[in-house]
Nanobody, 117 residues
Framework: QVQLVESGGGLVQPGGSLTLSCAAS????????MGWYRQAPGKQRELVAT?????????VDSAKGRFTISRDNAKNTLTVSLQMNSLKPEDTAVYYC?????????WGQGSQVTVSS
């Protein structure tokens, strides 16, 4: 089993920055792709960014050039972070951490990000 715990959401003004972090625990050896999704009110959940074990990244077009996903393997821990710069009101959403193993997809609890003046 894999558990994901997120931190770092909040309220930020347009143009500001925020970093989301997600700590994985449990069977972290089984995790390959990790990433972030988001869901805005009244919209479907959408992919924001993913990162492979080899650090290959993928971003939704609206995040390219503004967001950076990273992955850190320290002893017995695995963390994925999303650095978000130049935030826009349309980035407002609940952001979910994601970790994929061979047998299942795992999700964090969700972190609210609100971009507003």
């Amino acid at each position: 089993q894999v558990q994901l715990v997120e931190s770092g959401g909040g309220l930020v003004q347009p143009g500001g920055s925020l970093t989301l972090s997600c700590a994985a625990s449990g069977s972290i050896f089984s995790i390959h792709t990790m990433g972030w999704y988001r869901q805005a009110p009244g919209k479907q959940r959408e992919l924001v960014a993913t990162i492979s074990p080899g650090a290959t990244t993928n971003y939704v077009d609206s995040a390219k050039g503004r967001f950076t996903i990273s992955r850190d393997n320290a002893k017995n821990t695995l963390t994925v972070s999303l650095q978000m710069n130049s935030l826009k009101p349309e980035d407002t959403a609940v952001y979910y951490c994601y970790a994929r193993t061979v047998v299942a997809a795992h999700w964090g609890q969700g972190s609210q990000v609100t971009v507003s003046s």
